[in-house]
C-alpha cells in the first residue's frame, strides 16, 4: 500500500496562487473568529467575564513579574495568603512570554490578549500547513483546507471561552521540529530541532497542561498503535533510532527535560499536597455516544439539527464541555480515510509499506481510540483505567477536551483525502474543491463570546487605588449585580490585585485551599467564611473591602 502521489513525492513549492488562497482562507477564519474584536473598533473581547478575565489577571501577573515589578512569581496576589497559587490553575507561562512585550509597548490588558490569541491562530495555521506538506506530502491547496479545519474549527470556536485550549495551536510546530529533526542529514540541525521540540513541548504543559496532557497521552498511544503495526520491521526502526539516530532522541529527551522544569515548579506542590478529582466529577462531564457530533446551539449549519434530535441535549449539558464534536462532514471524511487505509492495509501484497504511511494509520486508529476510551459501555467506562493508572489523569475531569488535541489528526486525515480524491477520482479537482467549501462552510458559527474592552477599562479607571494603610483586601458581600456571575465578580478581585499589586483573599481557579469557602459574596455564610479566613491567617490588620462594581472601597476588615 502506498499514499497517492500527493503524499509520497516531495512536496513541490507552492505556486502564488496558492499561497494567495491560503492567506486568504487563514483571513476569513481569522475575520469569523475574531470578527466582535476585527471589527467592533476591536473592542470585542474574546470569552466571557469569568475565565477569560482570570487568565488576564494571570497574563497581567506574568507582565509584572518579567517587567520586574513582582519578584514572588509562584504567588501572585489572588487568594491570599496562599502560597503556590500560580499551580492551582494553568499557568499560561508561553501567553506571557509573548503578552508581555505587548503590554511594554503599550497595549492594554485586553488588546495585548487579543493579540496573544490572534497570534495563536497563525501559529496554529500556518503550522499546520507546515507540517502537512513538508512532513505528510500534502499539496499544499489540501493543507490550507486541514488547517482551516485545525484552526478555525466549530469546536474551537466553542471552547474559545476557555482561552487556554487554544494552546493547542503549538501542537503542529511541536509535530514538524520533531518530524524535521529524524529527516535531517546533518547532526547539529537535527540535534536544534530536536531539542526545539521537546523544549516546546514541555512548556506546553507550564501554560496550558490540559493540552500538554492530552498531547502526550495521543503521541503514546499513536506510538503503540505505530509499534503494533509495524510488527517484525518494529526491532530494525528500533535499532535506527538507537544507532543513527540517538543524536535525535537524546536531544528531544533534553529539551523536554528543560522544558518541563517551570511546570514541575508550579504545579508539582499542588500534586504533593493529593489534589486530584474524584471520578465522580469525571463522570459528570463524561460524553455521550452522540456528543461526538454535538456542535452546540451556535452551530449555523447544524443547529435545529441538533436541537430536534436532542444531540445538544438539556440545559445542563450546554456549557461548552459537551458541544466540542467533529462536524457531521469531517467526521465522514475521516471514517472513509481510515477504511480506505484499513482496507489497503489488510491485503497481503500491501505490508512492506513506507514508514509515513504507517504512521498516517497509526494517528486515525489512535484518534478513534482515543474518542472510543471515554465512552459508556453498558456501565463499563474505559477512562477509568486511565483515570486510576495514568499520571495526572487523577486531575482531569473534562476528558472531552481530548477534542482539541485529537482535532489536529483530523484535520490531519482531512487533508489527505482531499488529495485522494483530487488525484484518483474522475473529475477529482472539482469534487475535492466542493467538498472541501462544504466542510468550511460547515464550520461557521454563531459565536463566539465576547465581552467589551471599553467598559472593562471603564471599569478599571472607576476603581480608585486602595485606602494608604490596606494591605490585602477581600470583595465585600452583597448581591450580584443582575447577569454577572460569582466567578466574575472573583476575576474583578483579580484584576484589582495585579492592577494596584495589592493581594486580594479573593480569585478563582481550578484547585482552591482548603477551608476556603468565599466562592460567592451574595451566599448567606459568606460573612461568616470572611471573618474565619481572616482571623485563621491573622489577616485583620490592614484588611479592606471593594465593592467591585461600584468602585468602592471598605476602609475595615468584614
Given at each position: 500500500?502506498?499514499?497517492?502521489?500527493?503524499?509520497?513525492?516531495?512536496?513541490?513549492s507552492p505556486c502564488i496562487a496558492l499561497i494567495l488562497s491560503a492567506s486568504l482562507l487563514f483571513a476569513f477564519g481569522l475575520s469569523r473568529m475574531f470578527r466582535k474584536w476585527l471589527f467592533d473598533g476591536f473592542d470585542g473581547v474574546l470569552g466571557d467575564q469569568g475565565d477569560a478575565r482570570l487568565i488576564i489577571a494571570v497574563l497581567e501577573h506574568w507582565y509584572r513579574v518579567y517587567s520586574g515589578n513582582w519578584s514572588d512569581w509562584l504567588n501572585p496576589p489572588f487568594l491570599h495568603p496562599e502560597r503556590g497559587v500560580l499551580g492551582f490553575t494553568d499557568a499560561y507561562l508561553l501567553y506571557g512570554v509573548v503578552y508581555t512585550p505587548l503590554r511594554l509597548a503599550g497595549a492594554d490588558p485586553f488588546t495585548a490578549f487579543m493579540l496573544v490569541m490572534a497570534a495563536l491562530s497563525a501559529i496554529g495555521f500556518f503550522g499546520f500547513m507546515r507540517l502537512a506538506t513538508a512532513d505528510f506530502g500534502v499539496s499544499a491547496g489540501s493543507a490550507a483546507v486541514g488547517a482551516f479545519l485545525f484552526a478555525f474549527a466549530n469546536m474551537m470556536i466553542v471552547k474559545v471561552g476557555h482561552p487556554q485550549s487554544y494552546c493547542a495551536m503549538v501542537l503542529p510546530l511541536v509535530c514538524h521540529l520533531t518530524a524535521s529533526a529524524f529527516k535531517a542529514e546533518r547532526r547539529r540541525p537535527a540535534i536544534v530541532a530536536a531539542a526545539a521540540a521537546g523544549l516546546l513541548h514541555g512548556l506546553i504543559f507550564a501554560t496550558a497542561w490540559f493540552t500538554g496532557w492530552f498531547a502526550t497521552l495521543f503521541a503514546i498511544i499513536a506510538l503503540l498503535t505505530f509499534a503494533a503495526l509495524r510488527g517484525a520491521d518494529l526491532k530494525q526502526d528500533a535499532a535506527y533510532v538507537i544507532s543513527t539516530k540517538r543524536h535525535v532522541l537524546a536531544a528531544w529527551i533534553a529539551g523536554f527535560a528543560i522544558g518541563i522544569v517551570p511546570f514541575l515548579t508550579i504545579h508539582g506542590p499542588v500534586w504533593l499536597q493529593g489534589h486530584r478529582?474524584?471520578?465522580?466529577?469525571?463522570?459528570?462531564?463524561?460524553?455521550?455516544f452522540s456528543d461526538i457530533v454535538n456542535l452546540g446551539?451556535?452551530?449555523?449549519?447544524?443547529r435545529s439539527l441538533m436541537l430536534s434530535t436532542g444531540i445538544i441535549g438539556p440545559p445542563e449539558r450546554r456549557f461548552g464541555e459537551f458541544e466540542l464534536g467533529f462536524t457531521p462532514g469531517v467526521l465522514i471524511v475521516v471514517i472513509g480515510m481510515m477504511i480506505m487505509l484499513l482496507r489497503s492495509w489488510i491485503r497481503p501484497a500491501s505490508r512492506a509499506v513506507e514508514t509515513r504511511t504507517v504512521t498516517v494509520i497509526a494517528l486515525a486508529l489512535a484518534l478513534f481510540v482515543?474518542?472510543?476510551?471515554?465512552?459508556?459501555?453498558?456501565?463499563?467506562?474505559?477512562?477509568?483505567?486511565?483515570?486510576?493508572l495514568v499520571p495526572g489523569a487523577a486531575a482531569v475531569r473534562t476528558a472531552f477536551r481530548f477534542q482539541i488535541v485529537l482535532n489536529l489528526a483530523a484535520a490531519l486525515l482531512v487533508a489527505l483525502a482531499l488529495d485522494r480524491i483530487r488525484l484518483e477520482l474522475r473529475r477529482g479537482p472539482l469534487v475535492a474543491a466542493l467538498l472541501a467549501g462544504f466542510l468550511i462552510v460547515e464550520q461557521i458559527n454563531r459565536g463566539?463570546?465576547?465581552?467589551?474592552?471599553?467598559e472593562q477599562l471603564a471599569w478599571l479607571q472607576r476603581v480608585p487605588p486602595p485606602p494608604a494603610h490596606c494591605r490585602a483586601f477581600y470583595l465585600a458581600p452583597g448581591v450580584l449585580p443582575t447577569g454577572v456571575s460569582a466567578v466574575a465578580?472573583?476575576?474583578?478581585?483579580?484584576?484589582?490585585?495585579?492592577?494596584?499589586g495589592i493581594p486580594t483573599?479573593?480569585?478563582s481557579s481550578g484547585v482552591f485551599p482548603g477551608e476556603w469557602r468565599l466562592h460567592d459574596p451574595s451566599a448567606p455564610d459568606y460573612v461568616h467564611a470572611l471573618r474565619d479566613w481572616s482571623t485563621r491567617h491573622g489577616l485583620a490588620a490592614g484588611l479592606c473591602g471593594l465593592q467591585s462594581r461600584a468602585g468602592a472601597w471598605i476602609d475595615h476588615p468584614p
Open positions: 500500500m502506498t499514499m497517492p502521489p500527493a503524499a509520497t513525492s516531495i512536496a513541490r478529582r474524584d471520578f465522580s466529577e469525571v463522570l459528570h462531564f463524561a460524553p455521550a446551539h451556535s452551530s449555523w449549519m447544524y482515543c474518542w472510543l476510551l471515554q465512552l459508556n459501555y453498558f456501565g463499563l467506562r474505559p477512562w477509568y483505567a486511565i483515570w486510576a463566539p463570546v465576547s465581552f467589551s474592552r471599553a465578580i472573583q476575576s474583578d478581585a483579580m484584576l484589582v490585585a495585579v492592577r494596584f483573599l479573593n480569585g
